[in-house]
């Protein structure tokens, strides 16, 4: 993507990140199985945000002003999508269990949080127009 950083993108991504970060927590304390939750609803919105403007690498056909100008789609996507989603929690936990010596429960996190992430972002494209299933 060719979005020039201004400090209006570096703060809005700032701002993006401070409130995923905040939906992660949340998410995670008062819903079951919360990340995983966080990591397939980041994993959706990027399967349609990617979708719906043919490649986040490529948006020269996107307006440079408006709701989906490539400023915004770089603040939601690596802001509020990025901050949402993270694999590092995720391996946290499933590390956590490996130590612990709970091997299979280990294997089963990060089966569980790939294949749900590949499906989500699959559902995402879909969602968008670009892909099917």
């Known amino acids: 993507?060719?979005?020039?950083?201004?400090?209006?993108?570096?703060?809005?991504?700032?701002?993006?990140?401070?409130?995923?970060?905040?939906?992660?927590?949340?998410?995670?304390?008062?819903?079951?199985?919360?990340?995983?939750?966080?990591?397939?609803?980041?994993?959706?919105?990027?399967?349609?945000?990617?979708?719906?403007?043919?490649a986040l690498t490529a948006l020269e056909a996107v307006p440079e002003s408006g709701v989906f100008s490539p400023g915004v789609i770089t603040v939601v996507s690596y802001g509020l999508i990025g901050a949402l989603s993270t694999f590092a929690t995720v391996s946290l936990r499933a590390a956590q269990r490996w130590v612990d010596g709970q091997r299979m429960q280990a294997a089963w996190i990060w089966l569980v949080n790939v294949a749900c992430g590949f499906l989500a972002a699959g559902i995402g494209l879909a969602l968008s127009g670009l892909g099917s299933l």
């Open 1 to 54: 993507m060719t979005t020039t950083l201004s400090v209006a993108v570096v703060l809005g991504v700032a701002l993006g990140g401070a409130t995923g970060a905040v939906l992660r927590l949340l998410l995670d304390r008062y819903v079951r199985y919360g990340i995983l939750v966080a990591n397939s609803l980041g994993c959706l919105f990027l399967g349609f945000l990617f979708g719906r403007f043919s």
